[in-house]
C-alpha cells in the first residue's frame, strides 16, 4: 500500500465532499438536524399538558390538589367543566389533552382515611400520548396524598415504597431518548458515503481503476476516512443540541464521547462502502441503507423496546447492527458518565462489525475489478 496514492484519493475525496453542498449538508449538518425532528416527533414530555378541571367536590383540600398539579409549570390549567357533556366537547375540539374529574366528598374520604378516586377522561385516539398524560398524573396525585397524610400526621394507609432511580432521577423521558436517537440521526455519513461508490459505478469510474496503480485498500481508505473524519466531526454539533438546546445532562468527558462516537462511524461508513461496493446504482444503495441503519435503530437496539438481556436475540444484534450497541453507548456516555474502558465490551463489537465489513469490501471489489 502507497501512503501517497492513499493521500491523494483522500484529498480527492474532501474536495469532492466540499465542492457538493448536499453531499456536506448530509455529513456534517443532517444529523444534528434529523435529530432535533425525532426528538420533537418522539418526546412527549416536551408538550406542556394542558388539562381541564371537573371539580364536584369544591374543598380547599380540592384546590389544593389542582394547585399542586399546575405548580411546575409542565402542566396548565386551560378550563374548568361543570358537566360531562362540557367534558367531551372539550376533548372533541382538542381544547385539552385530558380532564381530571373530582367526585363530591371526595376530601371528606381523604381525610377520613377512606379509599378515594380521581377520574381522568383523556383522548384515547392518541394512544402514546394519552398513556404518558395518564402517568403523569397519576404520579403527581399519589405525591399529594402522600403529602397530605404526612401534613395530617401520617394517617395509616399502605407501605410506603420509595423508588430511585439513578442516572435519571426525574424519570425524563427526553434524557433517555435524545442519546439513543443519535443512534439513528448519525446514519447520514454513512448514507453518502455509500451513494459516493454506487456514483462512481454508475459514471462507469471503476473501469478506469483496471489502467492505474490503485490497490482496492488504497481506494477504500480513500474513501472510508474523509467520511469517517467529517462525519464524527458533524457529531459535535447534535452533542451540542443535546446539551444546549434539549438540556440533556453529559457526564463523561468529551474525548470519551468523540473516540467512542469515532468507532461507532468507522462501522457505519464500513457497512456503507460494503454495501456501496455491492450495489450497481444509487437508488438500490438507499433502499439497503435505510433497511439496515433506521429501520433496525427503531426497533432492534433498545431504542423503543428493550432487549431481553442476555438472549440469543440480543447477543445476534448486538455483533450485527451498530446501532445496538451506540444506543447504550450514547446513553451511559450522558447519564451514567461512563468511560471508554467501561464500555469496551461495546467498542469491541463495534470493531468486529468494522472489521468484517472492510474485509468483506476489499474481496467484492477485488473481483468487481479483475
Not at 319 to 329: E, F, G, K, R, S
Request: glycine residues 8%; contains cysteine.
Amino acid at each position: 500500500m502507497s501512503p501517497v496514492r492513499t493521500l491523494t484519493l483522500i484529498h480527492k475525496e474532501l474536495r469532492h465532499i466540499v465542492r457538493d453542498p448536499q453531499i456536506l449538508f448530509m455529513v456534517l449538518v443532517a444529523p444534528a438536524f434529523v435529530l432535533l425532528l425525532l426528538a420533537y416527533t418522539f418526546a412527549a414530555d416536551l408538550q406542556i399538558i394542558r388539562i381541564g378541571i371537573m371539580d364536584g367536590d369544591r374543598s380547599a383540600i380540592s384546590r389544593d390538589y389542582v394547585s399542586t398539579l399546575a405548580a411546575d409549570g409542565e402542566i396548565t390549567i386551560v378550563g374548568s367543566y361543570e358537566s360531562y357533556a362540557e367534558v367531551d366537547s372539550a376533548l372533541r375540539r382538542g381544547h385539552v389533552n385530558l380532564v381530571v374529574v373530582i367526585p363530591p366528598g371526595w376530601s371528606s374520604d381523604l381525610i377520613a382515611g377512606r379509599e378515594t378516586h380521581i377520574q381522568l377522561i383523556l383522548d384515547g385516539s392518541d394512544y402514546q400520548q394519552s398513556l404518558a398524560y395518564s402517568r403523569n398524573i397519576s404520579q403527581r396525585t399519589t405525591a399529594f396524598g402522600v403529602s397530605l397524610a404526612a401534613g395530617m400526621g401520617g394517617l395509616p394507609g399502605p407501605v410506603d415504597v420509595r423508588t430511585r432511580a439513578l442516572y435519571n432521577g426525574p424519570l425524563k423521558w427526553m434524557d433517555a431518548m435524545i442519546p439513543g436517537l443519535m443512534a439513528m440521526a448519525f446514519s447520514f455519513p454513512a448514507i453518502a458515503a455509500a451513494l459516493a461508490c454506487t456514483r462512481e459505478t454508475e459514471r462507469g469510474s471503476y473501469e478506469g481503476l483496471l489502467s492505474t496503480p490503485i490497490r482496492p485498500i488504497e481506494y477504500l481508505l480513500g474513501k472510508l476516512l474523509p467520511y469517517l473524519t467529517l462525519g464524527t466531526a458533524g457529531t459535535l454539533l447534535s452533542w451540542a443540541l443535546a446539551c444546549w438546546w434539549f438540556r440533556v445532562p453529559f457526564r463523561s468527558s468529551l474525548g470519551d464521547y468523540v473516540a467512542l462516537t469515532a468507532v461507532f462511524m468507522l462501522s457505519l461508513v464500513s457497512l456503507s462502502l460494503l454495501i456501496g461496493v455491492t450495489m450497481a446504482s444509487q437508488r438500490h444503495a438507499i433502499v439497503i441503507v435505510v433497511f439496515l441503519f433506521f429501520i433496525p435503530s427503531f426497533f432492534l437496539s433498545n431504542l423503543i423496546q428493550p432487549l431481553e438481556r442476555g438472549s440469543v436475540m440480543e447477543r445476534v444484534l448486538m455483533v450485527t447492527l451498530p446501532a445496538t450497541n451506540y444506543v447504550d453507548i450514547s446513553r451511559a456516555l450522558f447519564l451514567k458518565g461512563a468511560s471508554v474502558r467501561e464500555l469496551q465490551g461495546y467498542t469491541m463489537n463495534l470493531l468486529r462489525i468494522s472489521g468484517a465489513a472492510i474485509a468483506a469490501s476489499l474481496l467484492l471489489f477485488r473481483k468487481k475489478v479483475a
